[in-house]
Structure formats: structure tokens, C-alpha cells
């Protein structure tokens, strides 16, 4: 692995990647450390956690609401992101756990953005990733969210938005588009609040930004939402807005057990 890291970016000694190997910061797919001297491995996806310069901590804490020998579910806070990526590193969800739950295998099995809070599962161990993960990728989890977003008269609820979802020219931003739907979301009004209202969002699909991209197709841009429909200038984070969406809830029968699981975040809404 050490000459193949060596070869790919020629542009970083090879003592460098020797020296991040050594520390952990080079790791496979499943979590496992990238040692120098392992035996390369054809379509394995390497990851290389990268030191982040003055990496500023975010003031919200995830708090674990079930943990086994196989899952870990987190209620996240806003405002966390759930793996590294941009200027985070140590303070993502992954990281914080790994560190707090001493489980160097950690894994996401899915993932919520950034700037939404609420529930997110990991499996701990390699050995029954696999039955978690089709649990997604077969569609036979359902999950709730919980958004704040302006009402419409004229809007009939309950309704489900179906349409294409794509991206729309910038690397952060997804729009509807024409074509073959990608993307479904069930739409239900909880309660009104004058202006606004609170809403109950079960999406069918997974498409990236979905329920985002959905309300502010609807004329209903959830509140606090800084990419849709008016992306805000990078840097510009305001821990006293969050956006107001929230994983609420995640059902499924356990693959390992045959058990119904349910869990339900602890967080509520600013504006619910």
C-alpha cells in the first residue's frame, strides 16, 4: 500500500504517507488502519483522515441512544457533520464517537446533512455490515423527519412529491429536473403555527438534499435552510438559526435478530 500511495501522488514523499500510516490516519472502507507494508487490494476505497489546521469545535453535543454488539444509533445535534470532509475532521460524529465508544471499526451506514438533526445508525462490527446495510440499499427501513416551513392555503395535505432530482451546476446545490422520477417524499402537516407550519416528511427515496430540494419545490424552503432555495456565502454559520429539520424517527426489523427496532430522537424543533 505504501508503494502504491507512493506512485498514485507523486507530488507526497514517500516518508509522508509512511509517517501517516503510522499514526492511523490512513483506513480502509470498514474502518481498519492501512498499515505500510499491507498487501495492496484492488477497488478498495482508502480513506486518509488529514490533519485540519485550527479546526474549530462545534458547541453541540451527540448523545447515543442505543448500543449493541452490532449497532450504534446517535441523535445528532445540528450543525455536525456525520463523517470528514471540507475543514472537519475531528469534530464529526464518526470521530466523536470512535474516540467516546473506543470502536476503531465505526461505520455510518447512512448519512443526514450537516445542518440537519436527529437520528443516525453505525455498525460496529465488519462481520454484520452487510445485513445493516441492505436494510437501505433494499429499502426496508422507514423513516420519519419532522420539518418548520411556511404554510400554503392553497397547498392539499396530505400529498406526496414525486420528480427527478440532479445536480444543479454547483457541487453543493440539487434541483428537480425532467425525466424519469428519482425521487418521492410523503408530506404531512402536523400542526399550523400563523405563517408557518409543522410538517411530517417520510422520504421514500434518498436522493441527496431530497426533502430540501422537495419543500422549496412546493414554495414551502424549510426555515433556516442556507442552500435552498438562496445558497448562503460559505462561512456563514448561525448556530442561533438551525435549519428546522429533524430525523425523527427510524423503524426497521433488526437482520440480525429478527427484533422490530424503533428509535426516536430526543430533539425538538426551535419552531415546532
Known sequence: MLDFFTERFPAIAREVWHERMAQGLVVDEHGLAVTPGRRYQGHMRVFYYRAVPAEAPIPFAEVVLFQDAHLVVADKPHFLPVVPSGHYLQET?????????????????????????????????????????????????????????????????????????????????????????????????????????????????GKRHQLRVHMAALGLPIVGDGLYPTLTPEGQIDYANPLQLLARSIEFADPVSGEPRCYESQRQLQAA
Open 93 to 205: 460524529l464518526l470521530l466523536r464517537l470512535k474516540k467516546k465508544l473506543g470502536l476503531p471499526d465505526l461505520v455510518p451506514l447512512h448519512r443526514i446533512d450537516r445542518d440537519t438533526a436527529g437520528l443516525v445508525l453505525f455498525s460496529v462490527q465488519p462481520q454484520s455490515r452487510a445485513a445493516y446495510s441492505a436494510l437501505f440499499s433494499q429499502c426496508r427501513i422507514r423513516k420519519t423527519y419532522e420539518a418548520v416551513a411556511p404554510w400554503r392555503e392553497d397547498l392539499s395535505l396530505p400529498l406526496t412529491r414525486t420528480s427527478r432530482i440532479v445536480e444543479a451546476g454547483h457541487f453543493m446545490l440539487q434541483h428537480e429536473a425532467s425525466g424519469e422520477p428519482n425521487a418521492i417524499t410523503q408530506i404531512e402537516l402536523i400542526a399550523r403555527r400563523g405563517a408557518l407550519a409543522h410538517y411530517r416528511l417520510r422520504p421514500v427515496t
